[in-house]
């Protein structure tokens, strides 16, 4: 039984990973390569979720089928919406309390990385307009939860490591 909710999740994952690879390349396509700004990207969303409804609509109302159109139901939870700005929260807070640590200095290792990394992130932007960086940021993340979905492919490198793991025991 867990090892079908395990591969449930782990498909869901695939699934998220694969849904945002397409939404960033399609974001990415439309402010890059069309000159675009993220405003007219927006707008052209909504102009197609709109045309769609519309033509949904038409369509439903042709067969005869009634659908309950009650804002009520679009609703999320409560506890989704508070989860949703918990992580939000969490996340602005942990990177305010690393910068700030780094700003006073007590910590200079966390100082020199935090330097370093915002050097390297603005020789970066200057090579690469930021949309880039943000999409090439995206690709990868969308990679490593497609690779950390996979079971066989986990499962293959768990016991690749195991194997290596009981070679270097018997060479001990």
């Not at 039984?1 to 694969?18: L, P, R, S, T």
């Not at 000159?35 to 045309?51: G, K, P, R, Y």
């Not at 009650?70 to 508070?82: F, K, M």
């Not at 490593?144 to 025991?169: I, T």
């Amino acid at each position: 039984m867990e090892d079908d909710d395990v591969q449930q999740h782990q498909g869901q994952q695939g699934g998220k990973a694969i849904v945002l690879l397409i939404s960033g390349t399609l974001i990415y396509y439309h402010c890059c390569f069309r000159n675009s700004s993220f405003l007219s990207l927006l707008s052209d969303v909504f102009l197609v979720i709109l045309c769609s409804l519309a033509i949904l609509g038409l369509l439903f109302r042709h067969f005869n089928i009634s659908v309950p159109v009650d804002p009520l139901e679009w609703q999320i939870s409560q506890d989704t919406a508070n989860s949703i700005f918990a992580c939000v929260a969490n996340t602005v807070g942990a990177a305010e309390s690393v910068l700030r640590v780094a700003a006073t200095g007590h910590d200079k290792r966390l100082f020199v990385r935090v330097v370093v990394s915002l050097y390297f992130l603005s020789v970066l932007g200057r090579i690469v307009s930021g949309v880039t960086v943000a999409y090439a940021g995206l690709c990868l993340f969308c990679l490593y939860m497609f690779v950390e979905s996979s079971l066989p492919l986990s499962s293959r490198l768990s016991q690749y490591l195991a194997r290596r793991e009981s070679a270097v025991e018997i060479q001990d």
